[in-house]
């Protein structure tokens, strides 16, 4: 299958500063990446549609100024969790398409003290 | 309001069993469905998928069935083998092979295999 990385896999930061995810498929090109979150014993949940050249959709509820994401080529899309918060901590995993499948990323655990 | 159900928290198998995981969706638009398996601090691993114009689809140990009709889907392993001790997921798409649109997830069956 189709190989997504995610860097960095764990992020611990002072509640206030940016932290930034990056997530690229290593062997496949991807117009469309999605962003997902985690919270324990929780289901995944899309946060946004990252779209190569174009503004991210978000889901119902996420915020997009918190939220930043930029898919400047077709193997690279990152996630900027701006002023990052303590509620901001959470499992943060991306995907992207290959044909008809989503393949994810091995994820980043974020922590904000 | 869940529109993909995973009913079952946990299911323990005996090795060597069929694992039949079980999956409901109420949102009559998803035509595109995926299991995907995962371990703890780890994204999932796709193991199958299905289109909502079959019924069935095998790829090895893996096989999944789709009843549109009740809205189920299933998953069975067999036999099911220890390094299948995971928690798998069910998931949803609106957009046939979901490559433009974002999954919905079930919360999870954790599957155990034991000796």
């Known amino acids: 299958g189709a190989v997504v990385s995610q860097h960095p896999s764990r992020v611990i930061c002072k509640s206030g500063t940016s932290v930034k995810i990056e997530c690229r498929s290593l062997d496949f090109q991807a117009t469309t990446m999605f962003w997902y979150r985690q919270f324990p014993k929780q289901s995944l949940m899309l946060m946004a549609t990252s779209n190569e050249g174009s503004k991210a959709t978000y889901e119902q509820g996420v915020e997009k100024d918190k939220f930043l994401i930029n898919h400047a080529s077709l193997t690279l899309s990152t996630l900027t969790v701006t002023s990052a918060h303590p509620e901001d901590s959470s499992f943060y995993i991306c995907?992207?398409?290959?044909?008809?499948?989503?393949?994810f990323g091995p994820g980043t655990r974020l922590l904000v003290l | 309001d869940q529109q993909v159900k995973q009913n079952s928290p946990s299911l323990s198998v005996q090795e060597g069993r069929i694992s039949i995981l079980n999956c409901d969706y109420t949102n009559s638009m998803f035509d595109y469905f995926l299991w995907y398996k995962k371990y703890p601090a780890e994204g999932p691993t796709f193991l199958i998928s299905i289109s909502s114009i079959k019924d069935k689809n095998e790829d090895g140990r893996f096989t999944v069935f789709l009843n549109k009709s009740a809205k189920h889907l299933s998953l069975h392993i067999v036999p099911s083998q220890p390094g299948d001790s995971a928690v798998y997921f069910c998931?949803?798409?609106?957009?046939?092979?979901?490559?433009?649109?974002?999954?919905?997830f079930g919360k999870g069956t954790h599957l155990i295999i034991q000796p």
């Open positions: 995907s992207a398409s290959e044909r008809e499948t989503q393949y």
């Open positions: 998931a949803a798409s609106g957009y046939s092979g979901g490559g433009a649109d974002g999954l919905t």
